[in-house]
């Protein structure tokens, strides 16, 4: 997956707003087809799209039938092998330090993001806390979660200070995790995400990705969404 930059200030863009929502309303609806799918409940997910045509008009195979095609295509969703999510203990914004495998039990949004960025991270937490209300009762049974990308500013309250401006504190089960740079390169590492930070001023480049995690640890899908930036350079 190609990295996208951490930060580019722009003005708002009406067409990127529709886009980051309906990303947000996808997102809502992958989570909820993943508490479905693992518990075997046969009912209809948050996503309800009308099913354009697509140039090949295939979907991947694995994914939930109620997940349309256009909604796959937007986020770059993708079933993965089912294996055990790389693991990491690290500290979230209101100090507490948890081990992934303690948030098991739920289904977990995994993404990365920099508590410093004005940019692509902002709008991702936008989105977070969208598909939180857009997910009505199935939210008890998410958790959503952001592992810090910039060594740089990795203390507690650079992660607190970000998800109280963006909301995240909002979401009741929300966790923003950072730590030691020895600690946070090993979680990239086991990800596959890729970060550039050459110094405290530059800005973080890394790669963009969700995980979707099952309530048995199991990694189940990913979404690898592309960002354009048109000439007002809103992403």
């Known amino acids: 997956m190609a990295p996208i930059p951490g930060r580019r200030p722009g003005a708002r863009d009406p067409a990127g707003a529709r886009a980051r929502s309906d990303r947000a309303w996808i997102l809502a609806g992958v989570c909820a087809a993943t508490v479905i799918l693992i518990a075997a409940t046969l009912v209809v997910v948050a996503v309800r799209r009308h099913d354009a045509d697509s140039p090949a008009?295939?979907?991947?195979?694995?994914?939930?039938a109620s997940v349309s095609l256009p909604a796959i295509n937007l986020m770059g969703l993708s079933p993965v092998p089912a294996v055990a999510a790389p693991g990491f203990r690290?500290?979230?914004q209101d100090g507490r330090t948890l081990s992934l495998?303690?948030?098991?039990?739920?289904?977990?949004?995994?993404?990365f993001m920099d508590p410093h960025c004005t940019d692509i991270c902002p709008l991702v937490s936008q989105e977070y806390v969208d598909a939180y209300h857009d997910l009505g009762?199935?939210?008890?049974?998410?958790?959503?979660?952001?592992?810090?990308?910039?060594?740089?500013?990795?203390q507690v309250q650079d992660v607190a200070a970000y998800s109280t401006e963006h909301q995240l504190s909002s979401i009741p089960d929300c966790h923003?995790?950072?730590?030691?740079?020895?600690?946070?390169?090993?979680?990239?590492?086991?990800?596959?995400?890729?970060?550039?930070?050459?110094?405290?001023?530059?800005?973080i480049v890394h790669t963009s990705i969700v995980?979707?995690?099952?309530?048995?640890?199991?990694e189940r899908y990913v979404a690898a969404p592309m960002t354009d930036y048109p000439k007002t350079g809103t992403a």
Do not use: C, H, M
């Open 57 to 64: 008009n295939q979907r991947p195979a694995g994914i939930p």
């Open 90 to 92: 690290l500290t979230d």
């Open 101 to 111: 495998s303690s948030l098991r039990g739920k289904v977990i949004v995994l993404e």
């Open 137 to 154: 009762k199935k939210a008890s049974q998410v958790v959503f979660t952001a592992v810090n990308v910039n060594q740089y500013f990795n």
């Open 176 to 203: 923003f995790f950072t730590g030691p740079v020895s600690a946070l390169r090993a979680t990239w590492q086991g990800y596959n995400v890729a970060v550039a930070a050459p110094d405290p001023n530059a800005d």
């Open 211 to 218: 995980y979707f995690i099952g309530p048995d640890g199991r």
